[in-house]
């Protein structure tokens, strides 16, 4: 790829693809991918710090917070004042958050094998190696061009 105007087009590209993602291209209406992505960082460390959420997600404050009402609202997930610090929000999953992330992971799983099997097998570690590569050089430039 020799010319801007190509990288522009695959930004665009990857971009609409991406947006199709966090939508609900694979989640149905249920919730947004991102929101799946919640759940499954609740049940994977057990009890997460709203904090920690902010980092993993790479968002301000007030997104994470967003994202999570939903979540609360629908008895998926309990926000619940630290004992070790009161200033801290910890996160729990519900047994009903438990359910739903199952539930979800057999549609996301569902779409993964869909997607790999789109990429020959003999190229899926290229791939993966390369994509990786192009999402720390994206990262990379936007940490340190940030407007």
């Given at each position: ?21 966090q939508q609900d291209a694979i989640l149905g209406s249920c ?22 959420l902010h980092a993993l997600l790479e968002v301000e404050k ?18 619940e004042r630290s004992e070790i610090d009161c200033r801290a ?59």
């Amino acid at each position: 790829m020799n010319n801007n105007r190509e990288l522009l087009c695959l930004l665009a590209e990857m971009t609409k693809a991406t947006r199709c993602c966090q939508q609900d291209a694979i989640l149905g209406s249920c919730m947004t991918f991102t929101q799946f992505y919640i759940l499954d960082l609740v049940g994977k460390y057990g009890i997460l710090q709203l904090s920690d959420l902010h980092a993993l997600l790479e968002v301000e404050k007030s997104t994470s917070t967003r994202l999570i009402e939903p979540l609360v609202q629908q008895g998926l997930i309990i926000k619940e004042r630290s004992e070790i610090d009161c200033r801290a929000i910890n996160l729990i999953l519900t047994d009903k958050g438990q359910k739903a992330k199952a539930e979800l992971w057999k549609r996301v799983d569902s779409f993964l094998g869909k997607l790999s099997a789109e990429i020959p097998v003999d190229k899926q570690e290229e791939v993966y190696k390369n994509a990786s590569l192009f999402l720390k050089a994206v990262k990379n430039v936007l940490n340190n061009n940030c407007c």
